[in-house]
């Protein structure tokens, strides 16, 4: 199965565990199509699996006091995602993630993440580094953020990451760049 080996590809990486040991905890994943604006998780849920995106663009936010979305992070192809704080402590999620186009996730359920671990002593460290992985990422990703300027910001996201651009609705971009989706129009403007 594709899926399956875009996961032992990630989680090789780490090397601790056999490939085919990766491809027996991928027994216990399940694909979930979502459609564009369908949820993964709404803040409030408690959060009871981890996602591996296969293809589309989630993202990651939160409702300001004035209802209005406030984006912390967009995930991209090939990584694991999840509230790690709603998975881990079971409380309900403070963060929504939805599919901003159409989008395929492999996702484990805790209750068979459980199962993997009991099977697989090196699953809780291998999942470990890679949580530690993505959150370095996604540090490295938010660092832009603070610093230059709004076009600057424009610029990295137009280097690094130009499906972003593309994928996600201007507003979605605009409240991860901490700017107006006014502004960005003109900044797109400018840098045609």
Request: aromatic residues 10%; positive net charge; hydrophobic residues 40%.
């Amino acid at each position: 199965m594709e899926q399956t080996e875009a996961v032992v590809a990630h989680l090789s990486r780490y090397k601790l565990m056999e490939p085919d040991e990766i491809r027996t905890a991928c027994q216990y994943f399940q694909v979930q199509d979502l459609n564009k604006s369908e949820f993964f998780l709404k803040a409030g849920e408690r959060c009871s699996k981890i996602g591996f995106l296969l293809e589309g663009l989630i993202c990651s936010f939160v409702y300001d006091a004035n209802g209005e979305v406030v984006v912390k992070h967009f995930v991209q192809p090939l990584n694991f995602f999840t509230d790690n704080e709603s998975y881990e402590q079971q409380i309900p999620a403070k963060l929504n993630l939805q599919a901003l186009t159409g989008a395929r996730v492999y996702y484990i359920t805790r209750q068979n993440n459980s199962k993997v671990q009991e099977e697989f002593p090196n699953w809780i460290p291998t999942l470990k580094m890679m949580s530690a992985d993505a959150l370095q990422k996604m540090i490295q990703m938010q660092n832009f953020l603070h610093l230059g300027s709004a076009v600057d910001k424009y610029r990295h996201l137009l280097k690094h990451y130009p499906t972003l651009l593309v994928q996600a609705p201007l507003k979605y971009i605009a409240s991860y760049l901490g700017i107006t989706q006014s502004s960005l129009s003109r900044i797109r403007r400018e840098n045609l």
